[in-house]
């Protein structure tokens, strides 16, 4: 079993940044990632960390303005979101996959593993 919480989600000014955390307990993983969900919409790949190798992948729509990062010894992810935008209000989820699926993996299905959320809003 794996454990995911996340924090530093809350309500931001157009233009603004914010940093997300997650913190993982319970079994390795071999990746993790971020996905969001606004209202009525489908929930959304942000982007990946493979947790051995180092490798990120970003998805297109956040290209520029976010980064992800990873403390392996504090078992932590990170989301550094920059210039952020209404658009970008939505539920963040992070996510853990047991077992390495690809060199990315962008599908919800693909992940074991999920946190509770931590909600973003960004302001006009």
């Known amino acids: 079993q794996v454990q995911l919480v996340e924090f530093g989600g809350g309500l931001v000014q157009a233009g603004g940044s914010l940093r997300l955390s997650c913190t993982a307990s319970?079994?390795?993983?071999?990746?993790m990632a971020w996905f969001r969900q606004a209202p009525g919409k489908e929930r959304e790949f942000v982007a990946m960390?493979?947790?051995?190798?180092?490798?990120?992948y970003v998805g297109d729509s956040v290209k520029g303005r976010f980064t992800i990062s990873r403390d392996s010894a504090k078992n932590t992810l990170y989301l550094q979101m920059n210039s952020l935008n209404p658009a970008d209000t939505a539920v963040y989820y992070c996510a853990a996959q047991s077992q390495v699926s690809g060199a990315i993996a962008t599908r919800s299905s693909e992940y074991d593993y999920w946190g509770q959320g931590t909600q973003v809003t960004v302001s006009s």
């Open positions: 319970g079994r390795t993983v071999y990746s």
């Open positions: 960390s493979r947790w051995v190798g180092g490798y990120t």
